[in-house]
């Protein structure tokens, strides 16, 4: 059970890119999940927000550009970034606080902070 993010690359400023980020393996759901990010030399900051129910949050420097969705039949969360500037420059990380599972006997379980690879996006002209 792994949490896959996929969509990176190099855009210009003014662009679009669409990220996700999936959830493989006998998965069975999800709870809060979150789209970080971390630029070279800086911190990992959080950038959106997605409950259960579809209640978002953004960080302010993105609120507005950034939409983050949920599509709980296929077990993937998505960040639609436009009008991309150089400052979202970084590596793009998905995280959740709940990832739950069926095990071989078909118990249910559950992953605490599980967290995708990272996906590199690059503005840049």
């Known amino acids: 059970v792994q949490l896959q993010a996929s969509g990176g690359g190099l855009v210009q400023p003014g662009e679009s890119l669409s990220l996700s980020c999936a959830a493989s393996?006998?998965?069975?759901?999800?709870?809060?999940m979150n789209w970080y990010r971390q630029a070279p030399g800086k911190q990992r900051e959080l950038v959106a927000t997605?409950?259960?129910?579809?209640?978002?949050n953004y960080a302010d420097s993105v609120r507005g550009r950034f939409t983050i969705s949920r599509d709980n039949t296929k077990n993937t969360v998505y960040l639609q970034m436009n009008s991309l500037k150089p400052e979202d420059t970084a590596v793009y990380y998905c995280?959740?606080?709940?990832?739950?599972?069926?095990?071989?006997?078909?118990?249910?379980?559950?992953?605490?902070?599980?967290w995708g690879q990272g996906t590199l996006v690059t503005v840049s002209s």
């Open positions: 995280n959740t606080d709940r990832l739950f599972y069926r095990d071989s006997y078909n118990f249910r379980r559950r992953v605490d902070d599980a």
């Open positions: 997605i409950t259960g129910g579809g209640s978002t």
């Open positions: 393996g006998s998965v069975d759901g999800f709870n809060i």
